[in-house]
């Protein structure tokens, strides 16, 4: 794992305890903190308060002398030197990474730990984008499933899926849907299935490749199994796979 060779944007805070920082990654904006110096800013202010009380009895000059001698009380600096922010960025830097093809400087979520690259510029773009809609599915599905919905979303997709593929060709071996009229399959080269016009017996209306008319609500007569395997052409003879090749006839 190669560091970052350079910081993220950042900015200095303090909330009471001393000076920290706060580093962004440079595509999402999360951010990362580092660790105020709270020992430290302890140990100052009991040598301040010591100091101060001692010197401040000082006739005349006692308090100038006290506020030059203990310096500025750390709980309400809003700086840090070269030194404290290579420190505050050492505790941080394992959580980015550097992208060499963009040279942002990224957090972990936005970076490709197996290509070496950001998202966006990785090799893997489309495997980890079929990765995050999944994902994005199952957190969809198990929200639907809290709420009672699951069932409902279920038939929803089925009805969704059996829409594309009466308008669509079909796939026989990887189920790949494409225009109409494609002839072979564009992710391994099988001969595709077309789709087929059902029309309503009564009126003649296209059904779209619904169960029952969607002008007149007569049911529609589904088409019989093609003789021929789709993948070699050879006779099926009524079986469900082809007994030459072994495609499922469809």
Known sequence: MSEPSRMPRYDVRND????????YCDKCEREYRSQPDITNTITKDIGRQAAGDFLRRI???????????????????????????????????????????CLQT??????????????DDSPRGAEIAQAQAEQAAGIAKGIANVFGLGGAIKQ????????????????????????????????????????????????????????FCPECGTKIEQAPAPAKCPACGADAKGAKFCPECGTKIV
């Open 16 to 23: 009471g305890v001393g000076p920290y920082a706060a580093f």
């Open 59 to 101: 006739p005349l000059f006692g308090s100038a002398v006290a506020d030059n001698v203990t310096g500025e009380d750390p709980r309400y600096i809003i700086t840090l030197t070269p030194q404290q922010l290579d420190k505050a960025w050492g505790q941080v830097k394992q959580y980015f990474r550097e992208c060499p093809t």
């Open 106 to 119: 990224l957090c972990l979520s936005d970076f490709d730990e197996k290509s070496g690259f950001c998202q």
């Open 156 to 211: 929803a997709t089925e009805a969704a899926q059996r829409a594309a593929s009466a308008t669509t060709a079909r796939c026989p071996n990887d189920g790949t849907l494409a225009p109409p009229g494609t002839k072979f399959c564009p992710e391994c080269g099988t001969g595709m299935i077309q789709p087929t016009v059902s029309r309503c017996s009564k009126c003649g209306a296209d059904a779209r490749g619904a169960k």
